[in-house]
């Protein structure tokens, strides 16, 4: 059975189930595996032509198979994914994968869908209830609150603050009702989080069995591993090397990538496209770690990340360790690092740029996080002499941002399908002022 080791090795490691349940570490590490199973070439090749669903569950059942019988996560990965990823060849061999076509459009659905559906069926083995806490600044609190809407043994409460997120972003979290409550918290994020936080450390709460649904749980991580795996099979030759792009934030979509190449996936680059926060590439050109704070407000505002949740699993990928304020202990093989990642920052000027530039001569529409990842990609190919298949991850869907591509396009992008209708449906939420004591209350 795969081990699952803290980054800071100070606690005990623990199997999936365990890794899933905690999300963190008690030492405040982030779980990672002491080993990663392989695929083989011909297996990968074989995914090809395959539903999505299913090349999911050959990926995962690598890590999984021991934990989880094969049947279950057949019906799991089904169940989390009933919709495709289509892939849009932009020009010669470089294409887009659209990871925008689940219930909230953007590719947090994969991981919040798959880890909803396998904490729902590790506790009702245990005749368990979860009460899971969510603070979310917009984006990542619906994709999660969709994912567990109506899941059996699982109640969910979302902070978000009451005047920072968009109307619409709001309405994605009342109007789901059933077992999710949502909270308007007249504060800002932080201050969301700040309760969040000491709830979990509240022996008076301990009896509500609360959990976490937040991007540092592994079991968010190894679903984003899959995609990779479906794009290469139906786009590359078995003996072929691809490079992905990434636009990048806490680095969770990364990760997956990355995991996806240790099990085998013959990835030549991946480009890790960051926005103005630009920690990262300065720590592969200079060695020296700086997180930004705070961090900058950039155009891609899901990636305004000053210090990546998800580097310290990067750094100890590459044999190094990163504790959980930033500080590295021990360095990682930093030119192993740069083999396998070319880092990129794209400012805002040039984020606009590359949604206009795209769109007229390739009549693809980009919203601000992909045009950071297409951008990194066209700086890497500018410089490369390679002519393999490139594939750039669009995570958002346009119609999320309509008044950027609006300003860049002078159009009115479409709305997806899944989104329609939310202006009629019926909200509701609570106000509660920022005091731990009224969220206590309510949560008893
Ligand atoms: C969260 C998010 C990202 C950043 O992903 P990470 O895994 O945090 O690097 C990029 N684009 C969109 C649209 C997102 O919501």
Redesign the pocket.
């Known amino acids: 059975m795969i081990k699952y080791h803290s980054t800071n090795h100070n606690s005990e490691s623990v199997n999936f189930k365990e890794a899933l349940l905690k999300g963190q570490a008690p030492d405040k590490g982030l779980y990672m595996p002491d080993f990663i199973p392989q695929l083989s070439l011909s297996q990968i090749a074989s995914m090809k032509g395959l539903p999505y669903w299913e090349v999911a569950f050959r990926a995962t059942n690598e890590f999984l198979k021991d934990e989880i019988p094969e049947n279950e996560l057949k019906r799991i990965t089904k169940e989390a994914y009933n919709f495709e990823i289509p892939l849009e060849n932009v020009f010669d061999k470089v294409f887009l994968m659209r990871l925008d076509q689940g219930p909230t459009a ?3 659905d994969f991981a919040a869908r798959m880890m909803a559906k396998l904490m729902e069926y590790l506790i009702r083995q245990e005749k368990r209830n979860l009460l899971i806490l969510v603070a979310t600044s917009g ?2 609190g619906s994709a999660v609150a969709n994912a567990f809407l109506g899941l059996e043994n699982i109640k969910m409460v979302v902070l978000f603050p009451s005047k920072e997120v968009s109307e619409r972003q709001r309405k994605q979290m009342t109007t789901l009702g059933e077992n999710i409550t949502a909270l308007a918290v007249d504060g800002k994020f932080d201050d969301c989080q700040a309760m969040v936080k000491q709830a979990f450390a509240d022996p008076g709460l301990s009896h509500l069995n609360l959990s976490s649904a937040n ?1 540092i749980n592994f079991g968010r991580l190894l679903p ?1 591993a899959a995609y990779y795996f479906s794009a290469f099979s139906k786009l590359v030759k078995e003996r072929e090397e691809v490079v992905f792009s ?10 997956g990538g990355l995991i996806a190449k240790k099990m085998g996936l013959p990835v030549s680059k991946f480009i890790a496209a960051v926005n103005e926060n630009d920690e990262f590439p300065r720590f592969l050109e200079t060695g020296q770690y700086q997180s930004i704070k705070p961090s900058k407000n950039c155009l ?1 505002n ?2 305004n ?1 000053g210090h ?1 949740s ?1 580097l310290a699993r990067l750094i100890d990928l590459y044999g190094g360790q990163m504790d959980e304020k930033g500080k590295i202990n021990k360095m990682p093989d930093i030119n192993a690092i740069k083999k396998d990642i070319f880092s990129v920052s794209i400012s805002d000027e040039e984020t606009r740029t590359t949604i206009k530039n795209v769109y007229q001569k390739y009549g693809t529409i980009l ?1 601000p ?1 992909g045009a950071v990842g297409f951008a990194g990609l066209e700086r890497f190919l500018s410089q490369a002499k390679i002519s393999s298949t490139a594939i750039s991850l669009e ?2 869907h346009p119609g999320k941002f309509p008044e950027e591509i609006k300003k860049a396009l002078n159009l009115e992008p479409e709305i997806p399908e899944s989104m329609k209708g939310l202006e009629s449906k019926k909200e509701i939420f609570k106000v509660i002022s920022p005091d731990y004591k009224e969220f206590k209350q309510f949560l008893l």
């Open positions: 953007s590719f947090k984006d990542t991007s984003q990434v636009p990048s934030g806490n680095f969770g979509n990364l990760m891609s899901a990636m990340v990546p998800n919203e996080h995570t958002a």
